[in-house]
């Protein structure tokens, strides 16, 4: 394992995620699942989201359109909420979310709209702001 590229990865993972959440994410690795936590910190969130060619706030509005695609609700949650670490608004993700119902379909798009209100109400709930 690359140690530089994993520790920038868990930088870039616990200030776009939150630190709380990546290091209960890591705590809860056991011997069978580590390998991936160690694989993902390093590749995806270092070597990825590390490059300088895209800023976090594009990363992130593709990751909601990729995770709309795809239909993954618990990553999209988790996105769509780390998005505002990155600058995004909801206006923003109204829009990703309106541009992936074309391109994704409808269904895709309606049920990334239902998460992506479910993720702006726990967050009023909790007294975070937008």
Partial sequence: MD???YEQGLKNRKEVLGAEHVERS??????FSRPYQEIMTQYC?????GR???????????????????NREEEFKLHARAAF???????EI???LLQAMI????PAANSAFKQAREVFAQMEREGGDD
């Fill in 3 to 5: 140690q530089t590229l």
């Fill in 26 to 31: 890591i705590a809860g690795a056991d011997n």
């Fill in 45 to 49: 969130w270092g070597a990825i989201w």
């Fill in 52 to 70: 300088e060619g895209l800023p976090r706030k594009t990363r992130s509005l593709l990751n909601l359109a990729m995770l709309t695609a795809l």
């Fill in 85 to 91: 670490n990155n600058g995004v608004t909801k206006e």
């Fill in 94 to 96: 109204c829009e990703v």
């Fill in 103 to 106: 391109y994704c379909g409808v």
